[in-house]
């Protein structure tokens, strides 16, 4: 059974950082393309950042390009966003998924602000 668990969210200042890290279960992470997607309040989930199969292609959202870095740690078969030079826009729940499953986790929090 594919399970997806985010952490590491939380309230930070402007300009602050994060890391969300989402611990994966019932497959492996490196097998499977993954992708980090975000939903802002009143609106739809936005793609922020893509990672393929093999690990080496990796694909931004232009809001969070130069910012956010996607990767992944086979052994311990978790995905992570390095989140740097935060701002209050990026204020949103943040998930991870597996397109093939076409799964989700529960979303981590990330609130900005002063």
């Known amino acids: 059974q594919v399970q997806l668990v985010e952490s590491g969210g939380g309230l930070v200042q402007p300009g602050g950082s994060l890391t969300l890290s989402c611990a994966a279960s019932?497959?492996?992470?490196?097998?499977?393309?993954m992708n980090w997607v975000r939903q802002l309040p009143g609106k739809e989930r936005e793609l922020v950042a893509q990672?393929?199969?093999?690990?080496?292609?990796?694909n931004y959202a232009d809001s969070v390009k130069g910012r956010f870095t996607i990767s992944r740690d086979k052994a311990k078969n978790t995905l992570y966003l390095q989140m740097n030079n935060l701002r209050p826009a990026d204020t949103a729940v943040y998930y991870c998924?597996?397109?093939?499953?076409?799964?989700w986790g529960q979303g981590t929090q990330v609130t900005v602000s002063s």
């Open positions: 998924a597996v397109p093939f499953f076409a799964s």
């Open positions: 019932g497959f492996t992470v490196s097998d499977y393309g």
């Open positions: 990672i393929d199969i093999h690990g080496i292609d990796t």
